[in-house]
């Protein structure tokens, strides 16, 4: 069956520390990744796109991985703020922007 | 920018009534516009793709008769829950594209629907 895998517990941090988040996935061929932030009661707002070409992708504090053979990406947020504490989905996109197919996302925490 | 808004941010129904939910891009005009749903701690589930002027595509197990979706303009879609039951009280959150950026969607901040 398919499914995307994110970290299920919730990664408490400290600030100024790196934060390192998972996303696994099974029995998908995705041409591009995608991260996007959930704040609570709030619509994801889109960070960062990867694709299946690329092996890294850097903005300004963000990093992201994409292995395509292990079927995971990794999200890095290094010298993490307490603003960064959200959750923090990856989204399969299955065509070229029309479809995603989100995980459930991780919640991080970051602390002062 | 790119800015979607959603209309009402929430609302409280009565079970058997119906409630429409407005998305509308407010800066650009959306080649596509997307509407889904999202349970508490679980992820966003696509429901329906629209596009301007033409009928939604809804995703397997979505009833298209219980969702309606209307895609009047390029910068408004609205969704119709008719029907409603407590089970279909949820998150819903609509998104837009724009042709400029393809591969980015554009979410609005989401209505919460409340069924009792």
């Known amino acids: 069956s398919q499914k995307i895998e994110q970290n299920s517990e919730a990664l408490n941090i400290q600030e100024g520390k790196t934060a390192t988040l998972t996303c696994n996935y099974t029995n998908y061929s995705p041409a591009y990744l995608q991260w996007y932030r959930q704040d609570p009661g709030r619509g994801p707002v889109f960070l960062l796109l990867i694709r299946e070409n690329e092996k890294e992708k850097r903005k300004e504090r963000l990093k992201v991985t994409f292995d395509t053979t292990l079927k995971q990406s990794l999200f890095h947020i290094t010298a993490s703020q307490p603003a960064d504490s959200a959750t923090y989905l990856c989204?399969?996109?299955?065509?070229?922007?029309?479809?995603?197919?989100f995980g459930a996302g991780t919640i991080l925490r970051v602390k002062s | 920018g790119a800015v979607v808004s959603q209309h009402p941010s929430w609302v409280i129904c009565k079970s058997g009534t119906s409630v429409k939910i407005e998305c509308r891009s407010l800066d650009f005009q959306a080649t596509t516009m997307f509407w889904y749903r999202q349970f508490p701690k679980q992820s966003l589930m696509l429901m329906a793709t629209?596009?301007?002027?033409?009928?939604?595509?809804?995703e397997q197990g979505v009833e298209k008769d219980k969702f309606l979706i209307n895609h009047a303009s390029l910068t408004l879609s609205t969704l119709t829950v008719t029907s409603a039951h407590p089970e279909d009280s949820s998150f819903y959150i609509c998104?837009?594209?724009?042709?400029?950026?393809?591969?980015?969607?554009?979410f609005g901040p989401g209505t919460r629907l409340t069924v009792t």
């Open positions: 998104s837009a594209k724009k042709w400029a950026v393809p591969y980015e969607q554009y």
């Open positions: 629209s596009n301007e002027g033409s009928k939604a595509t809804y």
């Open positions: 989204a399969l996109d299955m065509e070229y922007g029309n479809k995603l197919v």
